[in-house]
Nanobody, 117 residues
Framework: QVQLVESGGGLVQAGGSLRLSCAAS????????MGWYRQAPGKQRELVAA???????NYAAPVKGRFTISRENTKGTVYLQMNSLKPEDTGVYYC???????????WGQGTQVTVSS
């Protein structure tokens, strides 16, 4: 089993920055993709950014150039640095780990990000 624990959410004014962290523990295989998804009120959960264990990254178009995803494999931790935040970035941000070995999908409990205008 894998556990994901997020931290770093909060309330920030538009134009500000936040850094989210997600620590993974448990039976983590080396081949995986870790990512961040968000869900705004009344909307579906959507991918924000993802990073493979090899370092390849993928970003949703609305956050390109503003958000940066990174990871420390030795710590099993993934980060999301969010700059130039906008009110439309508001939502619950979820950490995700996809194991490429066993094909399982794991989720954190979510952390709230609120950007005021």
């Amino acid at each position: 089993q894998v556990q994901l624990v997020e931290s770093g959410g909060g309330l920030v004014q538009a134009g500000g920055s936040l850094r989210l962290s997600c620590a993974a523990s448990g039976s983590i295989f080396s081949l995986n993709v870790m990512g961040w998804y968000r869900q705004a009120p009344g909307k579906q959960r959507e991918l924000v950014a993802a990073i493979s264990s090899g370092g390849g990254t993928n970003y949703a178009a609305p956050v390109k150039g503003r958000f940066t995803i990174s990871r420390e494999n030795t710590k099993g931790t993934v980060y999301l640095q969010m700059n130039s935040l906008k009110p439309e970035d508001t939502g619950v941000y979820y950490c995700n780990l996809k194991s490429l070995v066993v094909g399982n999908d794991y989720w954190g409990q979510g952390t709230q990000v609120t950007v005021s205008s």
